[in-house]
């Protein structure tokens, strides 16, 4: 069978979202909250892409918003729960959340202080983020319990403080982490915070949660919940993830714009690192390119870059069983999660399309972006 990334009906540049492969990552989900009986959410800063919503709202409970743009998305492209999370609020973001989200978390007592009564006035459930100190992000760009980290509320500060009013706690200490952190997380959180929990409604368990990749234990998270849930009834679980929805659902298609040479050979795309897989550079990470394999493993091996005038807008090097042409395209997996929400228009390099491969087998482009974008983005 040919591979439908290579058909001209998808164009280059261009994101593609498989649709079967979307909806096996939501149906495991709902075998963990069927379950378990936690909510699992959408966290949009990893997944935003509101034309496959209508099946993600299928599956899921609602969305996480960071702010009021997301909540705003949550609340009229999907119109399930919208649950709302920033390290700090401005009086004209809370003035417009309070009509957008069913829950809301804190970073800070300070904050918490200054927007309580209008929270509470519109009945929303209102949640304090706390940081356990506990640490399992490999990266420490992620690592929000890294040592000197603004996000969360360390148990010393809790002392003597009076928490009316507050209904759950938000917890966010992993980044694309297995179950056994999950598991070592709760006892962290029962470790620092356990005298707390029996007088709450809710515990939210951020996300970092990859439990779509392949390999991970969904039995022992399945069990890890259960026997949470068990020792505190009292509490509502809540999980946001947001690189499990989307976890391999889809690459972006580029396709080799010219091939120049300098020491090494180098394929020049239609794609940029900087603007359209940021995370390339600043993390960095090595993405899976279709077909190929690490320099000199295969006969042909060529440096991939950006079109960017940035120098440093190249990707790394790697090798195929063929020499490259102009005009071939170039696929690179697993760049629906954490990639679409983070591109920019630098430069004016061709923002990647966005489309949707369907069950069928049919392409549907969702979307494609004009000069006009372009220019109203900058003013």
């Known amino acids: ?19 079967a492969k979307l909806e096996a990552n939501l149906q495991l989900m709902q075998r963990v909250q069927q379950e378990t009986g936690v909510d699992i959410i959408l966290a949009l800063k990893g997944f935003s892409m509101w034309s496959t919503f209508d099946l993600v709202g299928q599956y899921l409970k609602g969305c996480t918003a960071s702010s009021v743009w997301e909540a705003k998305l949550a609340k009229y492209e999907m119109g399930k729960e919208v649950h709302a999370y920033s390290p700090a609020y401005k009086p004209a973001d809370m003035d417009e959340l309070v009509q957008l989200v069913n829950h809301i978390s804190f970073n800070s007592l300070g904050q918490w202080q200054r927007y309580k009564e209008q929270v509470l ?3 929303i459930s209102a949640g304090i983020r706390v940081n356990p100190e506990h640490r399992e992000a490999e990266t420490e760009l992620y690592d929000p319990s890294a040592p000197g980290s603004r996000l969360g509320i360390m148990a010393k500060d809790l002392e003597g ?24 997380t709760l006892n962290a959180v029962e470790e620092k915070f356990g005298k707390y929990l029996p007088t709450l409604k809710w515990l939210n368990l951020g996300g970092g949660h990859l439990m779509t990749r392949a390999g991970y234990d969904v039995e022992h998270l399945i069990a890890t919940l259960k026997a949470f849930k068990a020792r505190y009834p009292n509490l509502h679980v809540i999980m946001e993830p947001g690189s499990a929805v989307a976890w391999q659902t889809g690459p972006l298609v580029a396709e080799v714009v010219d091939i120049v040479e300098n020491r090494d050979k180098i394929a020049i795309l239609d794609i940029s690192a900087t603007a359209h897989m940021p995370d390339v550079l600043e993390m960095p990470y090595r993405p899976v390119v279709r077909g190929a394999g690490e320099a000199g493993e295969k006969a042909f091996t060529y440096k991939l870059g950006g079109n960017s005038c940035l120098a440093g807008d190249v990707i790394d090097l790697y090798s195929f069983d063929h020499e490259l042409q102009i005009g071939e395209r170039i696929i690179f997996e697993d760049m629906i999660h954490y990639t679409m929400v983070k591109t920019t228009f630098f430069n004016g390099v061709e923002h990647p399309s966005i489309g949707i491969l369907h069950k069928d087998g049919e392409f549907e482009l969702v979307k494609s972006f004009s000069y006009e974008e372009f220019r109203a983005k900058l003013s």
Request: proline share 9%; with cysteine; net charge negative.
């Open 1 to 19: 069978m040919s591979d439908p990334m290579l058909s001209p009906a998808i164009p280059s540049p261009c994101y593609v979202c498989e649709e």
């Open 121 to 123: 006035t519109a009945g």
């Open 161 to 184: 403080v009076d928490l009316s009013g507050i209904e759950g706690f938000h917890v966010h200490n992993l980044c694309e982490c297995d179950s056994f952190a999950t598991e070592r």
